[in-house]
Structures are given as C-alpha cells and as structure tokens.
C-alpha cells in the first residue's frame, strides 16, 4: 500500500514558478513509478510528467517540455515538480501518482495510487 500527500499547490501569476512535492509512504517507493498528472476544470485529466523507479527516464507532455521539471529521493521519499514560466493553462489540479512497473509511463492505467491533488492557479 502506498499513500501520496502533495503539497505546494497555490496562487501565482503567469511566469512565476512552483515546486509541488509528493511525499509517499510505503517501503517499495523507491521501486515505482511516479507521476503527475493534471485536471482542469471541464477537462478530463492529462498526464503531465513521469520518471522511472531510479530516476534515469523521465517523460514529459509536450505541453510542458523545458518549463516543468520532475525529480525523485528515494531516501526521502518524494518526488518533486519543479514548475517554471507558469502560463494560465497550467491552471489545473495536479496529482501525484505511484506504479508498480517501475518504468516511465504516461498511461493512467499503470498507476495504481493517487494522492488527493493539489490546487495550482495561474492567474494572467
């Protein structure tokens, strides 16, 4: 079993920058998968970012390529997005979410967790 608390939502405005923060309990973190994911309202939810059990491959939507960063301590464990140059569709729930595959992956099915989400606003 695996819990996932996200923290680090909040109100900024456009081109500023956020770092959300996914702490997870559970001894077989550092063999998952993690991501994030995003809602908007009105929209369905859409991947965001994911990296690897070890951290050497990460996959990113092209919509936040070179602006959204992702990274993982498994000795703490928590993952990390570093969000820069925040546009107003960034506007969205994030959530972070934990797989058993152990692999970078942008399909909601292989995550089998999900923390509660957190609130990002990006206001023009």
């Known amino acids: 079993q695996v819990q996932l608390v996200e923290s680090g939502g909040g109100l900024v405005q456009a081109g500023d920058s956020l770092r959300l923060s996914c702490a997870a309990s559970g001894r077989t973190f550092s063999t998952y998968t993690m991501g994030w994911f995003r809602q908007a309202p009105g929209k369905e939810r859409e991947f965001v970012v994911s990296?690897?059990?070890?951290?050497?491959?990460?996959l990113y939507a092209d919509s936040v390529k070179g602006r959204f960063t992702i990274s993982r301590d498994n000795a703490k464990n928590t993952v990390y997005l570093q969000m820069n140059s925040l546009k107003p569709e960034d506007t969205a729930v994030y959530y972070c979410a934990a797989g058993p595959h152990g692999y970078a992956t942008s399909l909601s099915v292989d995550y089998n967790y999900w923390g509660q989400g957190t609130q990002v606003t990006v206001s023009s």
């Open positions: 990296i690897s059990w070890s951290a050497g491959r990460t």
